[in-house]
Antibody, heavy 120, light 112 residues
């Protein structure tokens, strides 16, 4: 059974860089699929941040592109999110998810999410 | 960017009765490959989103058959034939036809 688990600091200071990791179990990242990050501010809706293919090809939301880096580490079977120069508006639950790229072409498996608060 | 608009934003429903949620996109979601990448997600309270429907009308594995999706082009609908207590939560439509991917605002389904 494929599982995704986010990890990282729950508190980040304004202007610093938010760094999160998504550990994948039950499936080898290098075998395929896209891997993505989505966030949800408290009490609000969902926002797509970006995707990475197992080869390293990335796709970012233009609204965040200047501050976002998504990378993959196939040796550790995990992928990561870095968001620089954070402000209070980056406070959100951050989800990692797998996007099927063979049949469904949708985010079929989601992590539980991790809450990140931006505050001094 | 494609804007996704859901109606209603809140839907009080009686147990056992049907429910319907509409999702409209600001432009056609038909991809150049001929597919339409419109999904429906359910988010129960305190839980991550869960895929219900992909490519307009395909139920994801394990999703009860009381959930169905339909539509084409810019207008899409999620229907629940008979609402059960476990269906309470927020429902989102999502388009993955064009970057950046985008979500509807969410529709809160609650029991009367």
């Amino acid at each position: 059974q494929v599982q995704l688990q986010e990890s990282g600091p729950g508190l980040v200071k304004p202007s610093e860089t938010l760094s999160l990791t998504c550990a994948v179990s039950g499936y080898s990242i290098s075998s395929g699929y896209y891997w993505g990050w989505i966030r949800q501010p408290p009490g609000k809706g969902l926002e797509w941040i970006g995707n990475i293919y197992h080869s390293g090809t990335t796709y970012y939301n233009p609204s965040l592109e200047s501050r976002v880096t998504i990378s993959v580490d196939t040796s550790k079977n995990q992928f990561s999110l870095k968001l620089s120069s954070v402000t209070a508006s980056d406070t959100a639950v951050y989800y990692c998810a797998r996007r099927d790229a063979k049949d469904l072409w949708a985010f079929d498996i989601w992590g539980q999410g991790t809450m990140v608060t931006v505050s001094s | 960017d494609i804007v996704m608009t859901q109606t209603p934003l809140s839907s009080p429903v009686t147990l056992g009765q049907p429910a319907s949620i509409s999702c409209r996109s600001s432009q056609s979601l038909v991809h150049s490959d001929g597919n339409t990448y419109l999904s429906w997600l359910q988010q129960r309270p305190g839980q991550p989103p869960r895929l219900l429907i992909y490519k307009i009308s395909n139920r994801f594995s394990g999703v009860p058959d009381r959930f169905s999706g339909s539509g084409a082009g810019t207008d899409f609908t999620l229907k629940i034939s008979r609402v059960e207590a476990e269906d309470v939560g927020v429902y989102y439509c999502m388009q993955e036809t064009q970057f950046p991917y985008s979500f509807g605002q969410g529709t809160k389904l609650e029991i009367k």
